[in-house]
């Protein structure tokens, strides 16, 4: 005799609403967008288009939409609109037609908690401070000069390896290990100089810190909503990063402060520049201390995990192409006949080694999506609007291995440069290993100064196979080396989690303050379906009667988009 009940109709009406704010989410987006707004796949939700990432490492998925929406294509990852490049053309626009408006970095968490508000050169946004620390690491800390004075650093690092490799004699070496710490304490050196004490600790600092500025972010995917950063966790293992690496580095400081070195000393290291110069101010906007430990960390950031990450790839790619290994090792050891030990001038005499380095990294890019830039503001980029605030990733993977560009892009062919004089990404767009514009990285000279020494090396002394006898046809590099960020398939369950309970604590603080202050008292609702949950169970009448004792005689519902006042 009574109205069905509730427990019949909440299906259906869950059901209803859903589809409503799936219509509503999806309209929403679709008219925020100008009208000329790049091709987008379709989005989910609140994710956008997060989803559409899983399966493949980021950079050959987006590989992938770029070949159904075109080399410039839209994403809405949570909030934020991405806007992706897949061509040497439009990266030609943004590196060269509009590289002012393309010269800043958005705003991320790792760059505000972990890098002192963005004190260093790599993540900041563009401005006179960030112009400032950049002129200091062209002219000061990574200059040719600066470079050549630490070759003596590679050197010595490059013969150390040598002979760890010869201790081992026939048994096998994990080359991965040692090129990752051999990169490590050559940069270590050259930032601290070979005595200090502390360099062990900063290493393993960096270590921790590399694993929180890796991938993606979901805090920095729903900025408005600030507490992502908390529940998920991210902002503490951020901060407990940042505050042992400032330890580290403030004894580090207090060391080199203890120097008294004169102005301008030859045997300057890193921090012994950074000092130098903001103790004498040469800079028109002071140098801070947090400047200082920032350009420190970008060395490290920038230095380290890339050279490493190349000199495997190159490795891996000779030991899979024996005739290459066979050309590469003939011309070293010819070249080189009758040396005992290698020095950095005898590079210059190996083109076929130049030429093996630049393919690794044509075809494994130490960095396969670049860092991505922001628009400054509202740009005409191929016939497309792309909004102020459009965060900006350039595939240079993709464009490194597309045919439009390259014959036979798949194949490692060192030879191809020797038919093309390409530069890194000053005026031939279709090679980035490195970036390209105002955002170049600035430690190139370095980076492959070191590469080609420490390589020269491990092919003069020595001869490759794969342990255990294992051909080489069953060496997958896709599987051997994790050299890509972590995947999103590993982050998705974690960011969903968070964010369906990010927004149930949002929409119930919406709830609560849509009330005024005398508003009757209710019981705890939930999203969208407010107190329909607590009318199942028995007849609603009754349960109704049972608020009643708690509540008073008067008191509040929401049942969905309805109010009702109970008496």
């Known amino acids: 005799?009574?109205?069905?009940?509730?427990?019949?109709?909440?299906?259906?009406?869950?059901?209803?609403?859903?589809?409503?704010?799936?219509?509503?989410?999806?309209?929403?987006?679709?008219?925020?967008?100008?009208?000329?707004?790049?091709?987008?796949?379709?989005?989910?939700?609140?994710?956008?288009?997060?989803?559409?990432?899983?399966?493949?490492?980021?950079?050959?998925?987006?590989?992938?939409?770029?070949?159904?929406?075109?080399?410039?294509?839209?994403?809405?990852?949570?909030?934020?609109?991405?806007?992706?490049?897949?061509?040497?053309?439009?990266?030609?626009?943004?590196?060269?037609?509009?590289?002012?408006?393309?010269?800043?970095?958005?705003?991320?968490?790792?760059?505000?908690?972990?890098?002192?508000?963005?004190?260093?050169?790599?993540?900041?946004?563009y401005g006179k401070m960030w112009s400032k620390l950049r002129k200091i690491c062209i002219s000061e800390v990574l200059s040719l000069k600066r470079v050549m004075y630490f070759k003596f650093i590679r050197e010595e690092e490059g013969n150390n390896l040598v002979e760890k490799i010869m201790m081992a004699k026939r048994s096998p070496v994990n080359l991965s290990e040692m090129l990752l710490s051999l990169s490590n304490v050559t940069i270590a050196r050259a930032a601290f100089g070979k005595g200090s004490a502390q360099q062990k600790r900063f290493l393993l600092?960096?270590?921790?810190?590399?694993?929180?500025?890796?991938?993606?972010?979901?805090?920095?995917?729903?900025?408005?909503?600030?507490?992502?950063?908390?529940?998920?966790?991210?902002?503490?293992?951020?901060?407990?990063?940042?505050?042992?690496?400032?330890?580290?580095?403030?004894?580090?400081?207090?060391?080199?402060?203890?120097?008294?070195?004169?102005?301008?000393?030859?045997?300057?290291?890193?921090?012994?520049?950074?000092?130098?110069?903001?103790?004498?101010?040469?800079?028109?906007?002071?140098?801070?201390?947090?400047?200082?430990?920032?350009?420190?960390?970008?060395l490290f950031l920038a230095g380290t995990d890339t050279s490493a990450t190349t000199m495997v790839w190159a490795m891996t790619e000779l030991i899979r192409h024996p005739k290459v290994m066979q050309k590469a090792q003939l011309e070293v050891r010819k070249v080189l006949y009758g040396k005992r030990i290698l020095e950095e001038q005898d590079i210059r005499k190996l083109p076929y080694l130049n030429q093996v380095i630049k393919e690794t990294l044509r075809i494994h890019p130490p960095g396969p999506l670049l860092l991505p830039r922001l628009c400054r503001e509202t740009v005409e980029l191929a016939g497309y609007t792309i909004p102020i605030e459009s965060r900006v990733l350039i595939n240079a993977w993709a464009i490194m291995r597309d045919p439009k560009y390259w014959k036979d892009p798949e194949i490692f062919r060192p030879e191809r440069f020797e038919e093309t004089t390409l530069d890194f990404g000053a005026t031939n767009f279709e090679f980035i290993p490195f970036g390209g514009g105002r955002r170049i990285c600035p430690g190139v000279a370095f980076a492959f100064a070191s590469m080609?020494?420490?390589?020269?090396?491990?092919?003069?002394?020595?001869?490759?196979?794969?342990?255990?006898?294992?051909?080489?046809?069953?060496?997958?590099?896709?599987?051997?080396?994790?050299?890509?960020?972590?995947?999103?398939?590993?982050?998705?369950?974690?960011?969903?989690?968070?964010?369906?309970?990010?927004?149930?604590?949002?929409?119930?603080?919406?709830?609560?303050?849509?009330?005024?202050?005398?508003?009757?008292?209710?019981?705890?609702?939930?999203?969208?379906?407010g107190n329909l949950h607590q009318l199942l169970g028995e007849h609603p009448h009754r349960r109704l009667q049972i608020l009643a004792k708690t509540y008073g005689s008067l008191f509040h519902l929401k049942l969905e988009m309805l109010l009702s006042l109970s008496m």
């Not at 069905?4 to 989410?25: A, E, N, Q, R």
């Not at 120097?259 to 130098?276: A, C, H, I, P, S």
């Not at 890509?484 to 927004?503: A, D, F, K, R, Y």
Request: hydrophobic share 45%; proline share 7%.
């Open 452 to 529: 080609e020494l420490w390589l020269a090396q491990l092919l003069f002394y020595f001869d490759w196979e794969l342990p255990g006898g294992r051909n080489i046809q069953e060496l997958d590099v896709e599987e051997a080396f994790a050299m890509e960020s972590p995947l999103l398939s590993i982050l998705l369950p974690s960011i969903l989690c968070t964010l369906v309970l990010i927004l149930l604590i949002k929409m119930l603080m919406i709830h609560k303050t849509y009330n005024s202050s005398n508003f009757p008292p209710s019981p705890w609702k939930l999203p969208i379906i």
């Open 205 to 298: 600092a960096m270590k921790k810190a590399f694993e929180n500025l890796s991938g993606f972010n979901v805090a920095d995917m729903f900025p408005s909503w600030s507490l992502v950063g908390e529940i998920s966790g991210l902002r503490h293992a951020m901060e407990q990063v940042h505050k042992e690496i400032d330890g580290v580095l403030n004894e580090i400081i207090e060391e080199h402060e203890g120097k008294n070195l004169d102005g301008g000393d030859k045997n300057e290291d890193v921090v012994d520049v950074l000092l130098r110069i903001k103790r004498n101010g040469e800079m028109d906007l002071p140098l801070t201390m947090e400047n200082v430990k920032g350009v420190i960390f970008d």
């Open 1 to 125: 005799m009574e109205s069905p009940l509730l427990s019949i109709l909440l299906p259906s009406i869950l059901c209803t609403l859903i589809l409503i704010l799936l219509i509503k989410m999806l309209t929403l987006h679709k008219t925020s967008n100008p009208s000329n707004f790049p091709p987008s796949p379709w989005k989910l939700p609140i994710i956008g288009n997060l989803h559409q990432l899983l399966g493949e490492h980021p950079h050959r998925r987006l590989q992938n939409l770029s070949k159904t929406y075109g080399p410039l294509f839209h994403l809405k990852l949570g909030e934020i609109n991405v806007i992706v490049i897949s061509s040497s053309e439009v990266v030609h626009d943004i590196f060269k037609t509009h590289d002012l408006k393309f010269a800043s970095r958005p705003e991320l968490m790792a760059g505000k908690i972990i890098l002192y508000n963005y004190a260093n050169f790599g993540l900041a946004p």
